[in-house]
């Protein structure tokens, strides 16, 4: 299992559903008792489950850490050995867990032991993000750390639109997907977090973080010295903008809901 920082996941989830709920249509939660959010990380995804619905709504990761920013009831526990009985809940759902796990199939089953109706995951392409910048090298440069980064991660983080395969494998019935799109973008007046991210380019920290990953995949220490020199001085080019209040960043990473019946 891939872990992640609590700032890391309340970065990249935090408002993904804000306008945007048509996508969990699929999820029914109108009709739900009680609902399980598995690798609830720091709760976002759990937090829009319990303003879409009036049925209990249980949070569940496996990193006491990343649970201490979550707000109860919350458990923890083992995605692949989930400590609920059989059907004590009547909706299971994760978001970008499968992706993380070396065996996503096996989790599925998991899911639908203790569910007695519906299952469901909410699980990106990260192979097919793509990203419009005022900084011209930016979206290049970022495609190349992509893919780089994609060939060391030892499970499928593209896994994405073929989750519907996996509920399927794991005996699920009536397996639907639906797109959806999570749009962030950077403009002015920029966020704390906007400035620091573009700080952390300049000094190519960011790049810092993920070379162990890249070393892991095709990338020779080579690559990563000119890809480090060239992202830091697109990063100083980002600053400058952001000085100027130029610069602007559109990302969009395509997220698949998919839900099947037990």
Known sequence: MREF?????????????????????????????????????????????REETDATVVGLDANRDLLGHATPPIVQGDALSLPFPDDSFDLVVCQAL??????????VREFARVSSDRVAA??????????????????????????LYLSGVETDVTLGADAADVFADAGLADVSTRRYDHERIVDPPYSEAAIEAA???????????DRATMLAGDATPADLDDLRQAWRAMGRDVVEQMRDDDYYRREVVPFFVTTGRV
């Open 199 to 209: 700080r952390r380019k300049a000094s190519g920290a960011g790049l810092d973080d």
């Open 122 to 147: 909410i699980e990106p392409d990260n192979g097919a993000v793509s990203i419009t910048s005022t900084a011209d090298p930016e979206a290049r440069l970022a495609r190349r750390a992509r893919a």
């Open 5 to 49: 920082s609590a700032s890391y996941l309340q970065r990249t989830r935090t408002g993904m559903w804000d306008g945007a709920r048509e996508a969990l249509s699929e999820l029914a939660l109108d009709s739900r008792g009680r609902v399980l959010d598995v690798g609830c990380g720091t709760g976002e995804l759990t937090a829009v489950l």
């Open 98 to 107: 499968l992706i993380n796990l070396p065996d996503p199939e096996a989790a």
